[in-house]
């Protein structure tokens, strides 16, 4: 699965993608290792406990799902509570076998595997020029809010 990490900016009217992760789970990821008869034989129960975060470089074939998820996200919040989505927040999803990702959970925050790209991700290099976390994202949004007298935009 993929926590991919978007940033609406209200200033812009815009939605971009940060970075990407996926989660370690213990200790179904080391079980799904073993092999089946082993496993059987062990008799373990498995448990998902997030203990570590991946980074993620997803197929570049989904990215058009990615941004079209995060821009139907955005128009859909704006619809049900106004202003809508501002700032950062997460998408979880699976990719079935026919390449379709699958959303089931979302987090309107700033989600715990933006760790994964303290120093900026190729998602934000790319967009940016530069490296870009998601907490120097959120800054230069409040600075360019306040150079623009806009401040009411990004404030909530």
């Known amino acids: 699965n993929y926590c991919i990490h978007y940033f609406y900016s209200a200033l812009n009217d815009e939605v971009e993608v940060l970075g990407m992760d996926s989660r370690y789970e213990t200790n179904i990821d080391g ?3 073993i092999p089946a008869q ?3 034989e062990a008799n373990l129960s498995p448990s998902y406990v997030v203990s570590g ?3 993620v470089v997803i197929r570049e074939s ?3 799902q990615v941004f079209e998820n995060g821009d139907k996200l955005v128009e859909s919040a704006k619809k049900l509570v106004k202003p809508g989505m501002n700032g950062p927040f997460c998408l979880q999803c699976l990719c079935n076998d026919d390449r379709e990702l699958v959303i089931f959970e979302m987090s309107a925050r700033i989600d715990g595997g933006t760790n994964t790209f303290m120093n900026g991700s190729a998602y934000s290099y790319v967009q940016f020029g530069e ?3 998601m907490g120097r994202r959120i800054s230069r949004e409040i600075k360019n809010a306040i150079e623009q007298d ?3 935009v990004i404030i909530t």
């Open 31 to 33: 079980i799904v290792r």
């Open 38 to 40: 082993d496993q059987i």
């Open 150 to 152: 806009r401040l009411d």
């Open 62 to 64: 989904l990215l058009p």
């Open 53 to 55: 975060n991946h980074p």
């Open 131 to 133: 490296f870009m976390s």
